[in-house]
């Protein structure tokens, strides 16, 4: 498949040939819809995180067919879009999406909810009871790429059909927008799902050892948790920058929170920015995770863009001194 797909068959088979301009391509309205007011200073963000699926998967309010999928924004009274409106009127500014990229875990056409028992919150061992489910299960967060500019397929209702998670996730964000609220999108450039020849490798099989992070013996780096890409690479930084174009001028994703962000250059993030937002012609936030760890901590191979670097950049940050001074504590401190 091409990195730079827009469209894709059911289960990332194949790429598809899309025009985004395309009326087939959009919901009705959406060449004329309104958006929020942009984002004037970033401390006036407040931000409410959302998963896609888990919005409507139990709601009974929405359709049984539209439930789990980008469709259910247009259940106006379900529990979920209510509870929104009154977020939004309460003074929540901006929903944040955890991944609604094309990502590998979810079988697109043919996945299962059996992992869902009863018995789990008593069992000491919940991972071992759903590992025989995990490879068909409908759900996972998302944080394994496939391809960059292409809306998740498990949450359209005809993932095979061509140019239908494009319209269905174009309709979410239209619906968010009509209550007031502002959408993030959660991207994840510094690794991909699989790398070598393996089926689910993207960029590897197109410029074998160039768009993947490699340590001095050839292998990938995996400090991220996977298969780390190399940010600081021309191509790949110029990946990331289209792919963001896309999300912002033709979805109207009004910002970005970047998973493991301090695994991606400073100078590459401020570059991507200006260029955004001259094409967006609004301000588009970037907020990201400046942690500092791996091949690349301390600034070893580049400048990064972490909670070192990030200081009057424009970039936010995730601080976890303020994270553990409301908590009482760090999520690695022993009990």
Same mark, same amino acid.
């Given at each position: 498949t091409d990195p730079y797909a827009l469209d894709l068959t059911a289960n990332s088979k194949q790429s598809r040939i899309v025009w985004l301009d395309n009326p087939r391509t959009k919901p009705k309205g959406w060449d004329k819809a309104r958006r929020p007011q942009a984002v004037r200073a970033q401390t #006036?963000?407040?931000?409410? &995180?959302l998963h896609l699926r888990d919005f409507s998967v139990a709601d009974d309010k929405v359709p049984a067919k539209l439930r789990g999928k980008y469709l259910a924004a247009l259940s106006k009274d379900s529990w979920g879009m209510q509870h929104l409106r009154r977020l939004a009127q309460a003074g929540i500014s901006d929903l944040h999406l955890l991944p609604v990229f094309d990502f590998a875990t979810v079988p697109e056409d043919a996945c299962t909810s059996t992992a869902v028992k009863a018995a789990y919150p008593a069992d000491p061992t919940p991972q071992a009871l759903i590992s025989n489910d995990a490879s068909t299960d409908c759900f996972n967060w998302g944080y394994d790429p496939l391809h960059f500019q292409v809306p998740e397929g498990s949450y359209a209702l005809n993932p095979d059909k061509a140019g239908s998670r494009i319209r269905e996730f174009r309709t979410f964000v239209q619906a968010m927008h009509r209550i007031g609220l502002r959408v993030g999108m959660d991207v994840v450039y510094n690794h991909m799902s699989a790398s %070598? +020849?393996?089926? +689910? @490798? =993207?960029l590897d099989r197109i410029v074998p050892g160039y768009y993947h992070r490699l340590n001095a013996t050839g292998e990938v780096e995996r400090s991220t948790c996977c298969d780390n890409t190399a940010t600081e690479h021309a191509m790949m930084a110029k990946l990331m920058q289209d792919s963001l174009i896309t999300w912002a001028k033709d979805y109207r994703i009004d910002s970005f929170r970047f998973d493991l962000m301090g695994h991606q250059p400073k100078a590459t993030m401020l570059a991507i #920015? &200006? /260029?955004? +937002? *001259?094409? *967006?012609?609004?301000? =588009?936030?970037f907020i990201g995770e400046g942690w500092n760890f791996g091949e690349v901590a301390n600034h070893q191979r580049f400048e990064q863009a972490s909670q070192? /670097?990030?200081?009057?950049? %424009?970039?936010? @940050?995730?601080s976890d001194r303020a994270r553990d001074a409301l908590r009482g504590g760090s999520a690695g401190d022993a009990s």
């Open positions: #006036q963000m407040l931000i409410y &995180e %070598g +020849q393996h089926p +689910q @490798s =993207v #920015q &200006e /260029a955004l +937002q *001259a094409i *967006a012609k609004r301000p =588009v936030p070192l /670097a990030l200081a009057g950049s %424009g970039i936010a @940050s995730f």
